[in-house]
């Protein structure tokens, strides 16, 4: 959430920036710049009766018989129309506090002002894109030929946007996992199990409601399933005052999305599915180390990448592609021979305060400080379903087999290839 006093202060600076997001997020303000100006106008106003509140309570003790009484009228119309000012301000500022929760937050001034994807900007790669010498096939197909993913009976049992993995490949999901987690615990990350079902204000602290609620599954008893570990992660230090910066968590767990906003795209295969299987990181850290943090961060989400040999970019975003809560954000995505096309398998964003002021996760800059506000990043590391789509098409042979990387061999009990189902 963006800071009431910074935005009204800040007015043109505030509508400039989220401009550059697209003509939606800037009309997000009207109502608040509308809201802000009865603020003021009620705070003025319940001060100038404050003060003539005050000079009556004065001259009432002056006073005697019916100048008395008549003061004490005026005393008690004016304290009635205090009241109902207050009232009307507490209103008007929990209408302000519900408005700036649907708006975005700032993008950063070094982000690449643009409209979609098309301006994003590669920044860098790592690898090459591997010589198969035979027509690629997508790792669906390949996965089906093995007899390892199984969308039909996913179908019957749960509906579109659902896979059965069978044997080895559910062997390596798994193993996967474990990889990216102990690379990261090498790295200096602390490892949490998050809770998978969280409450509203859980939801509310790292930005999915109330903006993002109809992609959210909610269970009968008011929880929500989280879409991410990032959720109950950042919550881990809500309403807190952390005593020493950085702090830096990994954490493994399902991930749960309704894709209301996907109709039509990537309906086949393991791409973009209700519910599927990530490791997050994500860190605190203070505002001046933020931006050196993301870039540390992009770094550790690409380490697995680079161990399991599989050629990937870096791409910046640009102002118009950028997630709600992110400040900036850096994207990995991963070649895909059988798609022909490089796809997203992580994100990592920095959100700066925006995140921390909703959920009131604060720092002591020193001992006797004065709190303020943590920055928080976040960042997959890696989306692991996405990883398995990546192995199986990089790895991909003429056979139908897929060799795997020789980092994940000791994980999966020294496998080197899926073979053909016999």
């Given at each position: ?255 749960f999305r309704s894709e209301a906003g996907s109709y039509g795209k990537d309906t086949k295969g393991i791409i973009r599915q209700h519910q599927f299987h990530k ?27 680079r161990r399991l040999g599989l050629h990937h970019r870096v791409v910046a975003l640009c102002t118009g592609d950028l997630g709600f809560a992110a400040e900036k ?94």
């Amino acid at each position: 959430m963006l800071d009431l006093r910074w935005v009204i202060a800040n007015l043109d600076e505030t509508k400039r920036r989220l401009a550059t997001r697209g003509p939606a997020a800037a009309s997000a303000l009207s109502v608040i710049e509308q809201l802000a100006a009865e603020r003021k106008a009620l705070i003025q106003s319940t001060e100038t009766r404050r003060a003539e509140q005050k000079k009556a309570s004065e001259q009432l003790r002056t006073l005697r018989g019916e100048e008395q009484a008549r003061l004490r009228a005026e005393l008690k119309a004016l304290s009635d129309e205090v009241k109902e000012k207050d009232k009307r301000l507490k209103e008007v500022e929990d209408q302000i506090e519900a408005a700036l929760l649907t708006v975005p937050n700032l993008p950063h001034e070094t982000v690449t002002v643009g409209h979609d994807p098309e301006q994003n900007v590669v920044v860098r790669a790592w690898g090459e894109k591997p010589r198969l010498g035979f027509s690629p096939r997508q790792h669906d197909e390949l996965g089906e030929r093995l007899g390892m993913l199984d969308f039909a009976r996913a179908g019957k049992v749960s509906g579109a946007r659902f896979v059965f993995y069978r044997g080895d490949l559910a062997r390596l999901e798994r193993a996967l996992v474990s990889f990216f987690i102990d690379l990261h615990r090498e790295r200096g990350y602390v490892e949490l199990i998050p809770p998978y079902l969280v409450n509203a204000d859980s939801m509310r602290g790292t930005g999915q409601l109330p903006k993002f609620e109809e992609d959210l599954f909610k269970t009968t008893n008011g929880f929500y399933l989280i879409p991410t570990a990032e959720v109950p992660v950042t919550n881990y230090h809500r309403d807190e005052i952390l005593s020493d910066l950085p702090v830096k968590y990994c954490a493994y767990s399902p991930c749960f999305r309704s894709e209301a906003g996907s109709y039509g795209k990537d309906t086949k295969g393991i791409i973009r599915q209700h519910q599927f299987h990530k490791v997050e990181l994500v860190r605190f850290e203070k505002p001046e180390s933020a931006l050196e943090a993301l870039e540390q961060l992009v770094d550790d989400a690409q380490e697995p990448l680079r161990r399991l040999g599989l050629h990937h970019r870096v791409v910046a975003l640009c102002t118009g592609d950028l997630g709600f809560a992110a400040e900036k954000t850096y994207d990995l995505e991963v070649w895909l021979p059988g798609q022909d096309a490089y796809r997203e398998i992580s994100s990592c964003s920095t959100c700066s305060d925006f995140q921390a002021r909703r959920a009131q996760i604060r720092f002591r800059p020193e001992p006797q400080g004065k709190p303020r506000f943590a920055y928080t990043l976040n960042g997959s590391g890696l989306a692991v379903g996405r990883t398995v789509v990546a192995i199986l098409e990089n790895g991909q042979q003429a056979d139908g087999s897929v060799v795997l990387p020789a980092a994940i061999r000791p994980y999966v009990g020294g496998i080197e290839r899926l073979g053909p189902a016999p």
